[in-house]
């Protein structure tokens, strides 16, 4: 049985800096993955709801609209009463596309 001294060695010294600074590891740890959560990208629902929809009236819009609309609109879904005009709906499909969005019980 050949033992390398050298690498076992230097898995000692490994061993010994990490016991050592384990709080500074775990410390890193927690900060990567807060890091990781707030660079996740936010669901647009609106982008869910459009990409989900199987049946009913058609709804037509540019999906690059739907990122413009959840940007701009988001902060208006915790209001209590919603008053909103579109012009052209179409079919409909957009007005349930806004239901969805704010809550049926929100809109006028």
């Known amino acids: 049985m050949t033992i390398d ?3 076992t060695a230097d898995e000692l010294a490994t061993y010994k800096v990490k016991a050592e600074h384990q709080d500074k590891l775990e410390n890193l740890e927690d900060v990567t993955q807060s890091l ?5 990208p936010e669901v647009n629902e609106l ?12 709804a037509h819009k540019w999906s690059t609209y739907l990122d413009a609309y959840h940007r701009h609109f988001n902060r208006f879904r915790t209001q209590a009463k919603i008053t909103m005009v ?4 179409q079919s409909g499909g957009s ?8 809550g049926a019980d929100k809109l006028k």
């Open 36 to 40: 990781r959560i707030e660079n996740e």
């Open 95 to 102: 007005i349930e596309m806004w239901r969805s969005y704010f």
């Open 47 to 58: 982008f869910t709801w459009f990409t989900d929809r199987q049946k009913g009236p058609g």
């Open 86 to 89: 579109e012009v052209g709906v």
């Open 5 to 7: 001294l050298q690498k």
